[in-house]
């Protein structure tokens, strides 16, 4: 029925929920307060959400929240990496996986 060329098709991606990004940021926006971070970016990608911490933007990224829909029902879809792409904590809530960049201490 359809005459002419049909649009191209939005990718799916994988985000983060308004809860998810309110957790994240509130812990951020202390992190920036006492001086520690100071920049951030975030990716969407196919299979997963970053983001990112930066003490300056022009270095590599302190830490990396990621989300990984597809490892919910193993280690969890939640992980923490540090610079060197080290986890420093995965588990299935989120709150729980923060609680480890609480007391990190910057470098």
Request: hydrophobic share 35%; glycine share 8%; no cysteine.
């Amino acid at each position: 029925m359809g005459g002419g060329p049909q649009p191209p098709r939005q990718k799916p991606f994988v985000g983060f929920d308004r809860r998810e990004l309110n957790t994240i940021l509130h812990l951020y926006g202390r992190k920036v307060a006492s001086g520690e971070w100071r920049d951030y970016a975030m990716d969407f990608l196919k299979d997963r959400a970053l983001f990112s911490i930066y003490k300056r933007a022009s270095e590599r990224p302190l830490y990396v929240i990621e989300k990984n829909p597809r490892l919910r029902n193993r280690q969890g879809q939640y992980m923490v990496t540090i610079e060197d792409g080290r986890v420093l904590k995965r588990g299935h809530e989120l709150d729980t996986v923060l609680r480890v960049l609480e007391l990190a201490v910057v470098r």
